[in-house]
């Protein structure tokens, strides 16, 4: 299976950057290369030189919703030509999407595309914000809230534009949008590149404490974060909630649950990321979603650390914390314990 | 479709399975057995909502309201905006009201469908 990661990010945030440090590095030579065609894309298309032939030139619009089948089609064509032999037989896939662009989409066609699933699977999503504007962007759009939310993983730009507090400042706000994936900065993200588009989405575990929490993000609030009236009410409602459950889950009950809550909350569901120890299953078992989206769950080879409960965060809009802890452990108290021997 | 015996294709859901685990590697015994359990458990769910689903012969799953209204599912992570339009009711498992009468419940041995 080819990873496809995505490099989202606000317009101007470095995408472009990031990815060009990507493709010079000699572990990225078998790196296929898709991009979608948006204002300066163009000329992000001349700069991608290095990888001009495994690059597939989507020619309308944006990825989130009228490009999906160009996507697909885009895909399905690198495929085929990697396997007539007319591309490299690259094993890593990078997709840079628009500026707007909402990852979801992309997750949808790779997974209920049925010639795409059987090649291509989501590997990272890696978000880059801004250190000048990502502040007053994370105040002004919700769409920039949500591409932190969705991330995998997070790389800090252009922090040598600005002082160390106010990177420090962006950081914590991110911190609480998504307090899981790891963050780097430029210029160190491109000694990290490896880490940034892997296919392991979880090299750590998520943190919690032993009760379920909810971290709401206050909005960053000083100089040119400022945003005022034209503050987006909805970017306060985001938060992080984490789940710990200590006993093996059930896997009928926590797909039932999960659906359920998707099909009831999906569009206020940003992100699902976890790690679980389920019931008969030797292996934890790792799962992440987007909004309505759940990617085939895969099994690690073994726990990441001695902590082997199952590990739960969703990234929510506006959905109580309490309340959706209460949900899980009612859901799982449905099934008997003596079950599991079964 | 199937055409020897009309069954439904589907494609693979995420809840049907754990690729790479084993847990598929059990054989069609255990296959059976998670799906009963599955319906058993789909019932101590949907019952709160005045529905009942029953497996039709390992290919979908038939959810009935009280006056015996049925309609196909293929399969029962699909079955809330079927539920839901059978039920007159809203699956919403963050609803206070139905969390309170799971809660009321006792763990069972066994799942009355």
Redesign the interface.
Known sequence: MISVHLITGFLGSGKTTLLQRALASPAFANTAVVINEFGEVALDHLLLQRVDSDTVVLSTGCVCCTLRTDLGAALRELVDKRERGRVPPFDRLVLETTGLADPAPILFTLTADPVLRHHFRLGSVVTTIDAVNGGQHLVRHLESVKQVAVADRMVVTKTDLVDRARVDGLRAVVRRYNPTAPLFETPDASLVLDRLFTAEILDSPPRGGDSPSGRRAPLPSSGAGDGGDATDRHTREITAVSLIVDVPLDWTAFGMWLTMLLHAHGDDVLRVKGILQIRGVPTPVVIHGIHHLVHPPTSLPRWPTADHRSRLVLIVRSLPAPIIERSLRAFLRLVPPERSAA | MCSLCGGLEQ??H??DR??????EADGPAAWR??RQ??VA??N??LSQHGLAVRDWDAHAFVLSNRTGQSEVVLR???V??TAERLGRC?????D?AL?AR??R?D???E?VP
């Open positions: 494609e693979p995420w809840t754990l690729d790479g685990t084993g847990a057995q998670s359990a599955q458990l789909a101590r769910i029962l992570a699909a809330w905006s809203r699956c919403d498992p963050l206070p969390l799971l809660e419940e763990g069972v041995d799942a």
